[in-house]
């Protein structure tokens, strides 16, 4: 029997090519996008869980509000580590990191410097901690001597060769000299670590052996004891304020207290996020690695949803609406003993065969699109063939996907009752009109929705490109890791000043796009009250800053090389002087220190007020800022006059050549750094509108089907209308107008649900686009645009028939 409904169940495939290329297409292009968006979620809830405990390690966050500033960090004091192991019976352990950014390398007799972008400080329990093992070197000692290192097997490889590595010796950004004790496999590209490739013994940072609680720069991991009760843990970690935080500040604001502190309008709360949690669920300062979002997730694993229930509601409708041919059949089967059971496996068969050929034809196109999707979703994504449990799941959910979508249709046509489709009432017992309908409207207002969702998220990123944000980053070439030229930097800066096509150039290693920075705090001179503090970045730039950046002054004047005394000059942004609750006139002459508590304090005089600009993500708002003269040859900025940039960005690597021989030449322009900050945004704005042309796309699909059968159905109305003298445009607007009124009423259920979804997601922003009515309106255009191109080439193929031959027909 099982042989004879594959045999009957393929001939009908073949009956109706056409129906089945739909049906098939569609269910195809869902499957193979919900296989590759559930490779991403897994890929993304993968994250950080192959370490050794993992679901024990926590790691230390801050939210601390003081001096008018709020910052939400995830690092902690350089004490808190000991402070944790000692203090609770139930940390086993922890290690502290402390990021140094990029770092150049080379070994001790060479004189070419390689960049290595992520480097970082760790403390020698790093190894237990993570229960990460050395290729080679010993795990035990590797990092417990000042001056050591361990590298990855990539790094080890760009510099000595693995099995060499060991025990050569390196020097660091051309001053520091350090060994190398250890190989260590490269991180996982789903951890937190997947960017670092040089570790650094702690022990030989001096900053790590500070005991300053009010100076946070080290992400603080720590193991929990098996059992540990997570919650009560949580509310303890809060005593380390008390204990620790009060009585180190005590020292700067004599006789302050918990309460005086909280007083003010201050807050210091300590708390932790588990390391599986990291990814998704944390969005904080000083992170070590970029993160993702579980919104991210959740909207991933909708549009994967939608798009397979998408494709089965597309079987569904084609299926009823040619079960009006197939009554017939039904009808003689039903009269020669089928019971309406042997009807329904019949039925369900047929769909089960349509649903594996899909599922081949997914894995197809899968495997095809697979290098797209890692490049527009930036992962190194691949599809695991040779996991059992993958083709189990695999196998499974295409069961399931079968039944499901096969149910209805198999249920509809077994029910028809012989007597009344044999006499040649099949379209009257056919049915399903209604339901057909609904289906045609929940397709529609799934793809609104989508359609919806892209058109916010690639006007919020024009907003974003466009936004005035107070500064110029176009055609401004940044010329990295200028330290590198020592005491030629300042060289460097003048003869590149001097080259035609340079307008202006600052050197400073301060510039407004976000990296890691910190926070410093300022009091009025003359008092030392926590109420009269300041809480803000604190830039070193020099006199042609705000030029080359083209940012404004609304008060007092620039840095001046013509007055020494501005050696001690500050200039403070409109945010910082909003803190200070006075006007940018009131501020100048100002006088402010960061030396809290010490008779011998250094002043700074406030003589300017800059404009706010952006230096952070636009999804926070503009902080307090100061900038004073400085010696920061981190980078070196050069606006560029004309748009040739290639002549120009050559006649500055030639000067580089002259004055930093042997160190690398490495730069990028502003606005693409800038623009790096909202990659994510962008991905998901681009897999938005991948998977919404291909919801569009199988709708399209099913509204194609249905509406060829129902120019096929109404063939001889079509015929007799055009004998009476209706014209081609009449009919196609008949045929047309009953699918235009269904994708009304998907548009009027969408629009208001992508409006709050969307709405909910522009929240993260401080500074957001409003969704107008143009863009509801674009979106249900777009919507009808689409269903009319769909339904009227049939309507019109219909309409043009010769209407004798239309008469003819059965």
Not at 74 to 85: E, H, I, K, N, Y
Not at 329 to 342: A, C, D, P
Request: proline share 3%.
């Amino acid at each position: 029997m099982f042989k004879n409904h594959i045999k009957i169940a393929w001939r009908s495939l073949k009956k109706q090519p056409f129906f089945s290329f739909l049906n098939v297409f569609g269910l195809a292009i869902g499957i193979s996008s919900g296989l590759l968006i559930s490779l991403y979620i897994h890929d993304e809830l993968s994250f950080d869980k192959m370490f050794a405990d993992t679901e024990r390690i926590h790691r230390v966050d801050l939210d601390v509000k003081f001096g008018g500033t709020e910052s939400k960090m995830a690092v902690a004091s350089a004490p808190m580590a000991d402070a944790l192991v000692t203090d609770f019976p139930q940390v086993e352990l922890a290690t502290r990191f402390s990021s140094g950014g990029n770092a150049l390398i080379r070994e001790k007799d060479e004189n070419q410097n390689v960049k290595e972008p992520y480097v970082t400080f760790v403390d020698a329990s790093f190894f237990e901690m993570f229960g990460l093992k050395l290729l080679l070197g010993d795990e035990a000692t590797a990092l417990t001597e000042p001056n050591t290192l361990i590298l990855t097997k990539t790094a080890a490889e760009k510099h000595f060769g693995v099995n060499e590595a060991l025990g050569q010796t390196m020097i660091l950004n051309n001053v520091e000299t350090y060994t190398v004790t250890g190989v260590i496999e490269d991180m996982p590209k789903n951890s937190f670590l997947r960017d670092y490739s040089v570790f650094m013994a702690m022990a030989g940072y001096e900053d790590a052996l500070s005991p300053e609680w009010t100076s946070n720069n080290y992400p603080t991991f720590f193991k929990l004891a098996p059992g540990a009760d997570v919650k009560n843990f949580q509310h303890q970690l809060q005593s380390l304020f008390g204990t620790y935080v009060i009585p180190y500040a005590q020292r700067f604001f004599p006789g302050i207290s918990e309460e005086q502190f909280k007083a003010a309008g201050n807050h210091f709360y300590i708390s932790s996020t588990p390391l599986t949690r990291i990814h998704l669920h944390s969005n904080l300062e000083s992170e070590m690695s970029a993160n993702s979002s579980i919104q991210n997730i959740y909207i991933l694993s909708f549009i994967g949803l939608f798009l397979i229930v998408l494709a089965s509601v597309n079987f569904m409708n084609l299926s009823t609406a040619y079960s009006l041919k197939r009554s017939k059949e039904v009808g003689v089967r039903k009269t020669l003993g089928s019971t309406k059971i042997t009807l329904l496996w019949q039925f369900l068969m047929e769909s089960g065969l349509i649903t594996f050929i899909s599922l081949v034809a997914a894995l197809i196109l899968a495997v095809a699109l697979l290098p797209l999707f890692n490049g527009l979703a930036g992962k190194e994504i691949s599809i695991p063939f040779t996991n059992p449990m993958f083709w189990i799941v695999l196998v499974v959910m295409t069961l399931l996907l079968g039944l499901f979508s096969g149910a209805y249709p198999a249920f509809f046509m077994s029910r028809f009752i012989p007597a009344v489709v044999l006499k040649g009432s099949g379209e009257k017992s056919v049915g399903g009109g209604k339901i057909r309908n609904v289906l045609v409207v929940f397709q529609f207002a799934i793809s609104v929705f989508l359609i919806v969702s892209t058109i916010v998220v690639y006007q919020q990123l024009n907003f974003i490109q466009k936004k005035d944000l107070g500064f110029s980053k176009s055609q401004v070439l940044v010329i990295e890791d200028v330290f590198a030229a020592g005491d030629k930097a300042r060289t460097f800066k003048e003869e590149v000043g001097r080259i035609g096509q340079v307008e202006s150039v600052t050197l400073t290693g301060f510039l407004p796009t976000p990296s890691y920075r910190t926070n410093t705090t300022f009091f009025k001179e003359g008092s030392t009250h926590q109420e009269n503090t300041i809480n803000m970045q604190t830039w070193r730039i020099d006199h042609d800053y705000l030029s080359t950046l083209d940012m404004e002054l609304i008060s007092g004047r620039n840095f001046d090389r013509q007055f020494v005394s501005d050696s001690t000059a500050m200039l403070l942004n409109e945010s910082a002087v909003a803190i200070l609750g006075i006007t940018p006139e009131e501020v100048l002459g100002m006088r402010l220190s960061r030396d809290l508590g010490e008779q011998d304090a250094e002043f700074f005089k406030v003589v300017g007020v800059v404009k706010d600009f952006h230096f952070e993500s636009l999804k926070k708002g503009i902080g307090a800022l100061s900038m004073t003269l400085g010696n920061s040859t981190g980078a070196l900025a050069v606006k560029l006059e004309s748009e040739d940039f290639s002549s120009s960005i050559a006649a500055i690597e030639n000067i580089w050549r002259k004055v930093a021989p042997g160190q690398p030449f490495n730069y990028r322009f502003m606005d693409d750094a800038f623009n790096s900050t909202y990659e994510a945004e962008q991905k998901l704005g681009k897999i938005f509108m991948v998977f919404t042309i291909l919801s569009i796309l199988i709708a399209c699909l099913g509204l194609f089907g249905l509406a060829a059968f129902n120019a096929e159905k109404r063939t001889k109305e079509i015929g007799v209308r055009k004998v009476l003298g209706a014209s081609v445009s009449q009919i196609t607007y008949r045929l047309t107008i009953d699918f235009l009124k269904l994708v009304g009423i998907a548009i009027l259920i969408s629009l208001p649900l992508g409006w709050y979804a969307m709405n909910t997601w522009l929240e993260d922003f401080s500074y957001r686009i409003n969704i107008g009515i143009e863009i509801l309106v674009l979106a249900a255009l777009l919507a009808v645009t689409v269903a009319i191109i769909t339904v009227s080439y049939q309507s019109i193929k219909a309409a043009i028939v010769n209407p004798v031959k239309s008469l003819k027909t059965e």
